[in-house]
């Protein structure tokens, strides 16, 4: 069993950066592949980023690339997310998710365990 617990959420203008936490808990959280997705009001939940559990592996969302970042600290228990450049549509609930094994995947449905979240708050 794995419990997520996410923070550093916030409020920010465009363009700003914010970094949000995530810290597992469990056995063996170095062998979860860990991701972040988001949902925004009255939109689907959506993939954003994912590592592996080595942090050899990384995938981004096409929308994300180059102004997100996802990192793990296994040592640390803690997944970071560091967002750049934000923009008004990055508005949304932050998840984070894990999922058993190694191989990263973009499909929400592959993920076993997820956190409450975080709101995130871009303003124009």
């Known amino acids: 069993q794995v419990q997520l617990v996410e923070s550093g959420g916030g409020l920010v203008q465009a363009g700003g950066s914010l970094r949000l936490s995530c810290a597992p808990s469990?056995?063996?959280?170095?062998?979860?592949?860990m991701g972040w997705f988001r949902q925004a009001p009255g939109k689907e939940r959506e993939f954003v980023a994912a590592?592996?559990?080595?942090?050899?592996?990384?995938s981004y969302a096409d929308s994300v690339k180059g102004r997100f970042t996802i990192s793990r600290d296994n040592a640390k228990n803690t997944v970071l997310l560091q967002m750049n450049s934000l923009k008004p549509e990055d508005t949304a609930v932050y998840y984070c998710?894990?999922?058993?094994?190694?191989?990263?995947?973009?499909?929400?449905?592959?993920?076993?365990?997820w956190g409450q979240g975080t709101q995130v708050t871009v303003s124009s």
């Open positions: 590592i592996s559990w080595s942090g050899g592996t990384t």
């Open positions: 469990g056995r063996t959280y170095s062998s979860y592949t």
């Open positions: 998710a894990a999922r058993g094994g190694s191989a990263v995947t973009t499909q929400n449905s592959a993920y076993t365990y």
